[in-house]
């Protein structure tokens, strides 16, 4: 009986622990209990840029501010309105100026972009993005030419500074960029597969123009245009300047600026991108030296040497298709940042 009765405590008590549990995990015995619904992550919402207002506002923030800096000379001014490869060749652009004989300087014109005249093109981004837009400015007595800018917003100073502006050597060429209800654009990521070259592609490609002639990959990644054949023109006269006294070689070298800004088309995407490349010329004998042009006095004085090595900056614009097709390049632009003596040997 003894044990019995120790028994039965344990048993009711099991029974009265999962009753108690059954309670507790059975909603439908328990109208009390609260249903938690799963928890479901909003998707980001894209908002545009800027307003069409304030990116009016930028670009006349920065003519004016460009203009105040150049007949200033001011670099810490032109420093707030500018960034990336449209600093570096501006900086390049005053170097070189400062070195020219007064008689060579041509006298600083005001300027100012045609606001009736642009096009905005703001897409929408997500939080965390960098914040940035396109235009397109025409100008001309029938505006028949074009030149693409992009602006981005500066993280720290939060001001609008131009990074690229190129001129487009023939605009019926320019893709129709999408819009969508409310008139903004749709960014694209310039690296995509999704392209038919994505950016690392193109740059590729037009260094080869300046390195080979396009013979590599410029010729294959780029249709014939007018754009390619600058490009390439520039590389066979260069390269036979010198005649049998001397060499010259362009190689690719690493991006400076490795922002890409590219912006959805009816084709596929309309890609700005950024190259550097460097221009090697040497001498074909002991002996001989070469003489640095006036353009090239700033970085290597007067000095003749046997080589001398330039850097280029450039800002390229592409129409770049979403079907395995050439792309087109549309335009270009390039600066000296930078040049060398090579030092005593004259090979290439």
């Given at each position: ?292 042009e006036k353009e090239d006095r ?7 040497s046997p080589a001398f090595t ?39």
């Amino acid at each position: 009986m003894r044990t019995i009765r120790r028994t039965l405590p344990l048993i009711t008590a099991t029974l009265c622990v999962a009753l108690a549990t059954t309670a507790c995990t059975n909603d439908a015995s328990n109208p009390s209990a609260k249903k938690t619904a799963p928890s479901a992550t909003a998707a980001p919402v894209a908002t545009p840029a800027l307003t069409p207002a304030q990116a009016r506002d930028a670009i006349t923030r920065y003519s004016t501010t460009n203009n105040l800096a150049h007949v200033k000379q001011d670099r810490a001014l032109l420093d707030t309105v500018e960034d990336g490869p449209r600093y570096a060749m501006s900086l390049a652009d005053l170097k070189q100026d400062e070195a020219l004989p007064q008689a060579d300087r041509q006298p600083y014109r005001l300027w100012s972009y045609d606001l009736s005249a642009t096009e905005l093109y703001i897409p929408r981004l997500n939080s965390g993005q960098q914040r940035w837009f396109a235009a397109v400015t025409r100008g001309g007595s029938q505006q028949q030419h074009a030149r693409v800018l992009v602006m981005a917003e500066n993280t720290k100073s939060k001001q609008w500074e131009m990074v690229a502006t190129v001129d487009v050597d023939d605009p019926k060429q320019l893709p129709q960029i999408v819009l969508d209800k409310d008139g903004y654009a749709t960014a694209i990521d310039a690296s995509s597969k999704s392209l038919a070259a994505p950016v690392g592609q193109l740059r590729s490609a037009v260094t080869d123009n300046f390195a080979t002639g396009g013979e590599l990959t410029g010729k294959k990644v780029f249709t014939s245009n007018q754009t390619s054949q600058r490009q390439i023109k520039v590389h066979d006269e260069t390269t036979r300047k010198f005649g049998p006294r001397g060499t010259t070689r362009f190689t690719a070298a690493d991006p400076q600026f490795t922002d890409a800004y590219a912006l959805k088309t009816t084709t596929g995407a309309l890609v700005v991108f950024s190259h550097t490349h460097t221009q090697h010329d040497a001498v074909a004998a002991p002996g001989l030296r070469i003489i640095p042009e006036k353009e090239d006095r700033a970085w290597l004085g007067t000095s003749p040497s046997p080589a001398f090595t330039y850097t280029f900056t450039c800002s390229d614009i592409a129409a770049v298709p979403s079907v395995p097709e050439a792309s087109s390049l549309l335009g270009y632009s390039c600066r000296r940042t930078d040049a060398k003596a090579a030092g005593p040997s004259a090979s290439v």
